[in-house]
Each structure stands twice: as structure tokens, then as C-alpha cells.
């Protein structure tokens, strides 16, 4: 258990719909990172926030959106939902907001769009 | 953009057996991470280099980075089934890992 927390665990939705997906960092994590992995893609890095502000930016669509809130966790948005976007969500942490900092990562969210 | 190449894609051994994974890339990274996954889990941080030439051991696996930090090795001694998983390295720059595809390794009793 790495102590990163996401729910759902799974997610079935139709195309055109909107979900929010949610992780709670480790206890006393500030940086919280959200990741897409696909069969065919990998483990893609969407989006880092460090301490309730965005840090980094990766390959998030325009349709995708994520906050961090003050009491640290996190909410990743997507909305006009398409088939292609199905696949695992995983959400990480880190004490530090530098890429050299351990990342621990939850147990991801499968989200099917139908 | 940064890319990792990892090799082999897939591995299929027997217990016993010892085995070494790639990671490589034309970039310089301030450090490498390797991880391992699980079908439908998260993936588990195995461990974190970040100087180069630097060797690690972690039991039966031996982590190296190279000397200008643009690859890195996984070595496994003595394989067993319970090594069977994904094996993905991450690079890191900045704020960003950036992870390779993996290579899946499984190891047969």
C-alpha cells in the first residue's frame, strides 16, 4: 500500500459525458501527479501541482482539467469524453516538487468510454 | 521531447535464469527511477539514481546508471516468478518523469 488513495477504482461511461476522477496524496506529500496509461502510449505524464499550484504540464488535452485543493488532494476532470480516452489513471505523490523526488503511486482509476 | 527506450519489449525466462534490462536515451536526466507493475496496479518505486556511474543493489536486482546519465541497467541474479511484472524506467528533468514503455518480464517456474 503506498498510501496514495483514487477513486472510482473503475469507471464506465458514454462518449460525450463528463468524470471526475480523485486522489489523496500520501500524508504530508505536496506534489501530486497525474499520469494516463494506454496499451499503446505507456505511462503518459498529464499534469503536476505542487502545494495547491500547477507546477508542470505534460500531454493534457485541452478537454482535461485538474485541480489541487487546500487540504492537498486532488480532482482530474475530463469532459467530451471520447472512446480513445479510455484507460488507467494513476495519480502519484511526492514530498518535493522535482522530478528527483520518490513518486508513489496509487492504484489508478480504469475508465471505460462506451 | 524526451524519449526512453527500453529493450528488451518482452522477456520470458526460467527461474534461475539472470537477465538484464535497458533503458536508454539521447537526453541527459538529472535522475532515473525504475519501477515495476502489476497488471491493474500502480506502479512501485524500485529505486532512484542520480549520479552518474552510480550502482545500486537491491537484493537480487543491481541498478546502474550511466557514466553521461542517459541510460541505465537492470540486472536481476537468480530470477523468480515473483519478478514477473513490468519493468518501466523514468527519466527525470525538472518537474517531469518521463517513462518508457517498459519491458515485461516473465519468469517461469
Known amino acids: 500500500d503506498s498510501g496514495v488513495t483514487q477513486t472510482p477504482k473503475h469507471l464506465i461511461t458514454a462518449t460525450g459525458q463528463r468524470v471526475t476522477l480523485r486522489c489523496s496524496p500520501r500524508s504530508g506529500d505536496l506534489s501530486v501527479y497525474w499520469y494516463q496509461q494506454s496499451l499503446d502510449q505507456g505511462l503518459q505524464f498529464l499534469i503536476q501541482y505542487y502545494n495547491g499550484e500547477e507546477r508542470a504540464k505534460g500531454n493534457i488535452l485541452e478537454r482535461f482539467s485538474a485541480q489541487q485543493f487546500p487540504d492537498l488532494h486532488s480532482e482530474l476532470n475530463l ?9 488507467l489513471y494513476f495519480c502519484a505523490s511526492s514530498a518535493g516538487q522535482v522530478s528527483s523526488y ?8 480504469r475508465l471505460t468510454v462506451t | 521531447t524526451q524519449l526512453l527506450e527500453q529493450s528488451p519489449q518482452f522477456l520470458s525466462i526460467q527461474e534461475g535464469e539472470n537477465l538484464t534490462v535497458y533503458c536508454n536515451s539521447s537526453s541527459v536526466f538529472s535522475s532515473l527511477q525504475w519501477y515495476r507493475q502489476e497488471p491493474g496496479e500502480g506502479p512501485v518505486l524500485l529505486v532512484t539514481v542520480v549520479t ?18 542517459k541510460d541505465s541497467s537492470l540486472h536481476i541474479t537468480a530470477a523468480q516468478p515473483g519478478d514477473t511484472g513490468l519493468y ?14 517498459g519491458t515485461l518480464l516473465t519468469v517461469n517456474p
Open chain 1, 79 to 87: 469532459s467530451s469524453l471520447e472512446l480513445g480516452d479510455s484507460a
Open chain 1, 102 to 109: 520518490e513518486q508513489y503511486f496509487g492504484p489508478g482509476t
Open chain 2, 52 to 69: 552518474g556511474g552510480e550502482v545500486k543493489k537491491l537484493k537480487r536486482l543491481t541498478f546502474q546508471f550511466g557514466d553521461a546519465r
Open chain 2, 88 to 101: 518501466l524506467c523514468a527519466g527525470g528533468s525538472n518537474y517531469k518523469l518521463t517513462f518508457g514503455k
